[in-house]
């Protein structure tokens, strides 16, 4: 069975920092990616990363948030530095066996899900 495990959410106050962890529980996925979904808003493409380490970051991110992965414990990463209070969202990790040419934020993109881990960020 296929598992994401994501840990490493929190509070935080504005301008703190935070690093999300997403554990596979398999090494076949090339694509992986980061989601948010805040409260009335649709689920959101934060950051990817497909093996070659092909990195993508949604606009209001960039320059803050830094996604990586050690292929060899099959975890990813998310270090979220100068947290802005509109960071507020649960976040999800999120996986594909395939390589992604394209919409690599794109949700429907992925098979596989976490069951997210809330960052909440107080101003």
């Known amino acids: 069975q296929v598992q994401l495990e994501e840990s490493g959410g929190g509070s935080v106050q504005a301008g703190g920092s935070l690093r999300l962890s997403c554990h596979a529980s398999?090494?076949?996925?090339?694509?992986m990616a980061w989601f948010r979904r805040a409260p009335g808003w649709e689920r959101e493409g934060v950051a990817s990363?497909?093996?070659?380490?092909?990195?993508d970051y949604t606009d209001s991110v960039e320059g803050r948030f830094a996604i990586s992965r050690d292929y060899g414990n099959r975890t990813m990463y998310l270090q979220m530095n100068s947290l802005k209070s509109e960071d507020t969202a649960m976040y999800f990790c999120?996986?594909?066996?395939?390589?992604?040419?394209?919409?690599?934020?794109?949700?429907?993109?992925?098979?596989?899900w976490g069951q997210g881990t809330q960052v909440t960020v107080s101003s």
């Open positions: 990363i497909c093996s070659g380490d092909i990195i």
């Open positions: 999120a996986a594909t066996p395939l390589h992604l040419r394209g919409a690599r934020l794109a949700s429907s993109e992925y098979n596989y």
């Open positions: 398999l090494d076949t996925f090339v694509c």
